[in-house]
């Protein structure tokens, strides 16, 4: 009986030594492992981020209403294609189409005037010139004829001169020297009587030359008036056809509707109100917000990304590779914009298009678990120092 119950002690001596080996040196392996990864391995440490979605390239363009009024035509629908410049929306425009129509026909009226009174204001010349002609003829005619009587005149009085000498010697009679002496007195007088129409011949042609000169200006001054009323009506005509392409709301870019809020015929909008906006064409980016702290200093251009879209599970789809394009160095409510480009949209197995949501992982460096370890030690360490240091500032 004591030798079997020796035999089974040793028995059990030996097999239990040898399990513990076995145990403690698979255990010894693992621990070292597991040190030697935690230890020397590096790992990516990602930035994942609070909100992403895949943007077009250019912003999407709003499409604002320039005045308010009411909607009479539209051909927004969401998807359509258009072109830049393409009426999209039209604006109830009756009262300035109205007033320009009655511009345009106050327009037409006046050319047919302007000709009218330029034809006038030449024939008005063209008679000035006959009667200055007409009357420098009369005035000559005159002086002419005022010569060729003070001629008559002188003669006379030379003959009514030497009559009266020889009157006096006795060789004629009297009444001869009488009559050459009246004779003499009336060529003086048809004489001074032409002197006379002369002076109102031109006094006449002055006045009528005066009167000629302001009908002239008149008329001048009426077509210069006519002039600017043209040209009053034709700016007028281009601010009314202003004001009505104003009512015309036109496509800012080329691409596709990709808003389009339901306004029928017959809604009013108002002043700078949107009715639509437009995906312009162009390559896919991805925008994300991140938080200050996180990303500033960390992330920058060229860094390694990826894409996971929230409609379409990564285990199936995967993820989208993407790299970092620019990071934003202005915080905007409380979040960092960073902009990427995905490598190879083409490639890519998801149907990629604008506004799709998702997150984003950015691959910010390359460490050991152990420096992580540390981080997060601190981390923990120094938040109540941090808490107590904001209450002292604060204050009770």
Known sequence: ????????????????????????????????????????????????????????????????????????????????????????????????????????????????????????????????????????????????????????????????????????????AEIEALRARSEADKSQSAADALASEINRLTSDAVGKEHEKRAALEALRREAASLGGQFELAAATIARLKQDIEKHVIRAPVSGKV?????????????????????????????????????VLGRVHSGQTARMRLDGFPWAQYGALAIRVDRVASEIRDGRVRVELLPDSPDDSNLLLQHGLPGSVEVAIEQTTPAVLALRAAGQVIAKPARQSIQAARTGP
């Open 258 to 294: 990709g808003e389009a809020p339901p306004l029928d015929i017959g809604a009013f909008v108002d002043t700078g109100g949107i009715v639509g906006k437009i995906i312009p064409s162009g390559r896919l980016k991805v925008v994300a917000d991140f938080a200050p702290a996180r």
């Open 1 to 172: 009986m004591a030798n079997s119950f020796s035999r089974t002690s040793r028995s059990l001596a030996s097999d239990t030594s040898r399990y513990a080996f076995v145990v403690w040196g698979l255990a010894s392996a693992m621990l070292g492992a597991w040190l030697s990864w935690f230890l020397l391995v590096k790992v990516t440490v990602y930035e994942v981020s609070q909100t992403a979605r895949l943007e077009v390239e250019r912003a999407a363009h709003p499409v604002t209403a320039p005045i308010a009024g009411r909607i009479t035509a539209t051909s927004m629908r969401l998807g359509k294609r258009v072109e830049i410049g393409e009426a999209l929306v039209e604006l109830d425009a009756r009262t300035e189409q109205l007033r320009l129509e009655e511009e345009e026909a106050r327009l037409k009226a006046i050319p047919p005037q302007r000709e009218a009174l330029a034809r006038q204001i030449a024939d008005e010349e063209r008679a000035a010139e006959r009667g200055r002609a007409a009357a420098s003829s009369a005035i000559v005619e005159a002086r002419w004829r005022h010569k060729e009587a003070l001629a008559a005149a002188r003669f006379a009085e030379e003959h009514s001169r030497r009559l009266s000498q020889l009157q006096t010697s006795g060789r004629i």
